[in-house]
Structure formats: structure tokens, C-alpha cells
Nanobody, 125 residues
Framework: VQLQASGGGLVQAGGSLRLSCAAS????????LGWFRQAPGKEREFVAG????????LYADSVKGRFTISRDNAKNTVYLQMNTLKPEDTAVYYC???????????????????WGQGTQVTVSS
């Protein structure tokens, strides 16, 4: 499956952005999806994930209550709505997919086989 992320940009602290990730090439509804981010000098970290049916989600503690992951299987797209952004949210954001119809959402980068190219999010203070 091919993934194309978009929607990043520069925003002031407290603002909002919505990232999108369009998928192509395989049956989208057979894949669990995740958003990860990587700041300069840091390891890539899990942000949010959603299972294939959208019946289960998982969030990193650092974004819980501020970010919302969702998916539209008819449009082959996963979204990350980011509210109340903070300067520490600045990073390159990646969407990722793993072939799974399980209910459980996994947060490890090792469990995702397919990755998009990343989109830069910069939050100014």
C-alpha cells in the first residue's frame, strides 16, 4: 500500500491542524493505520493509531485529549486532527499502515510495514 501524507504547516501555539494520509494500492479496510512523529535529534515516536474498522483507537499520553485520529474507508484516507498545539509537537509526521483486522491497536514502529513520506508540522511559541 502506498501512503501520501499532507496537511502540515506552520501554526502558532494553541492552534489547530488536520493531517491527511491518502492510501492506494491495496484494500484499505484491511489495514490498521498509525501516525508517528520524529523531531530533530529524536527517535520516531507513536502518536495515534486506529484499527481497520475504526472501532478502536490508541493515543500517546502526550497527545491524549488534544489529537483525534479517524479514518474514512470509502475515501481510503486517515486523518489526524490536532488541536491546542504546543511547540513540543513540532516534528515531521508520518502515517503508517500494517495489514491487520485485529481490534487491538499497536504503537510500535516495528509493527508497521508501510510508511508515507512525512509532512512537517511546526508550532511557534
Amino acid at each position: 500500500v502506498q501512503l501520501q501524507a499532507s496537511g502540515g504547516g506552520l501554526v502558532q501555539a494553541g492552534g489547530s491542524l488536520r493531517l491527511s494520509c491518502a492510501a492506494s494500492g491495496r484494500t484499505f479496510s484491511n489495514y490498521a493505520l498509525g501516525w508517528f512523529r520524529q523531531a530533530p535529534g529524536k527517535e520516531r515516536e507513536f502518536v495515534a493509531g486506529i484499527n481497520s474498522s475504526a472501532g478502536s483507537t490508541l493515543y500517546a499520553d502526550s497527545v491524549k485529549g488534544r489529537f483525534t485520529i479517524s479514518r474514512d474507508n470509502a475515501k481510503n484516507t486517515v486523518y489526524l486532527q490536532m488541536n491546542t498545539l504546543k511547540p513540543e509537537d513540532t516534528a515531521v509526521y508520518y502515517c503508517a499502515a500494517r495489514h491487520s483486522r485485529a481490534m487491538m491497536v499497536l504503537g510500535s514502529t516495528r509493527m508497521y510495514s508501510y510508511w508515507g513520506q512525512g509532512t512537517q508540522v511546526t508550532v511557534s511559541s
